[in-house]
C-alpha cells in the first residue's frame, strides 16, 4: 500500500483555503422592531390532528405564538400588526429534527472550515426545523447555547442536547474518522 504522507501538504492547503471562505448572509434574522402580532391572511394550514388541509385561513400570531385561526375575513388585524397576504401558501408545523450537530461544518469536505454556529442555527430555522435534539456536542457549549436560544439572546430552534460527546475507547466516530479523515488526524 502507498504511504498518504505526500499528500499531506495538499490537503493542508486545501483545507485552509476552505478556512477563509466567506459565509453566506443570513436567511434568518430577527426584525429590529418586531410588530406585537403578525396576522396571515388566505393561508392554507395543514391540520395535522384532522389530516386535512384547511383551504383559506385568516392566521393570527402574537408573541410568537398562534392567537387564532378563522376562515379568511374571520379576524380582523389588531393595531399595529403586520398585515401578510398568504395566499397560496401553506402554513405547516414546525418540524423536529431528532439528530442534528450543530458544532459541525455542513460544507462538502473539499470546502470544510470551523462551525459557525449562528448561521446553524438560521439554517435549521429557514428549513422549518423548530425543534433540535444535538445529540453530543464537542465543543462543550451545547448547555450554554440552548440556554441562549430559550432566553431569546440567539435566534435559533428550541434544543434539546445530551450536551457533550461522550463514548467508550475506540467508540463512535472512531471508526468513520480512521476510514474517512487524513492520516495526520
Not at 19 to 31: E, I, K, L, S, T
Not at 66 to 92: H, K, N, Y
Not at 116 to 140: C, E, H, K, R
Request: aromatic letters at 4%; charged letters at 20%; proline letters at 10%.
Amino acid at each position: 500500500m502507498k504511504s498518504l504522507a505526500p499528500l499531506a501538504p495538499i490537503a493542508l492547503v486545501v483545507a485552509l483555503l476552505g478556512c477563509g471562505a466567506p459565509r453566506p448572509a443570513a436567511q434568518v434574522r430577527r426584525p429590529a422592531d418586531p410588530p406585537e402580532a403578525v396576522l396571515l391572511r388566505d393561508v392554507d394550514v395543514l391540520d395535522v390532528a384532522g389530516g386535512a388541509v384547511q383551504r383559506g385561513r385568516d392566521v393570527l400570531l402574537r408573541e410568537g405564538r398562534i392567537a387564532g385561526i378563522e376562515p379568511t375575513g374571520g379576524i380582523e388585524a389588531p393595531d399595529g400588526a403586520l398585515v401578510m397576504d398568504a395566499a397560496g401558501a401553506t402554513l405547516v408545523p414546525g418540524l423536529v429534527d431528532m439528530h442534528g450537530h450543530l458544532n459541525v461544518d455542513p460544507s462538502p469536505t473539499w470546502a470544510r472550515s470551523t462551525p459557525d454556529i449562528d448561521a446553524n442555527l438560521q439554517a435549521y430555522l429557514y428549513a422549518g426545523v423548530t425543534t433540535l435534539m444535538d445529540p453530543g456536542d464537542g465543543s462543550g457549549d451545547a448547555f450554554s447555547r440552548r440556554d441562549q436560544v430559550a432566553a431569546g439572546e440567539r435566534l435559533g430552534p428550541h434544543i434539546y442536547t445530551a450536551g457533550p460527546l461522550l463514548t467508550v475507547t475506540g467508540g463512535h466516530p472512531r471508526a468513520l474518522v480512521s476510514a474517512f479523515a487524513p492520516w495526520w488526524i
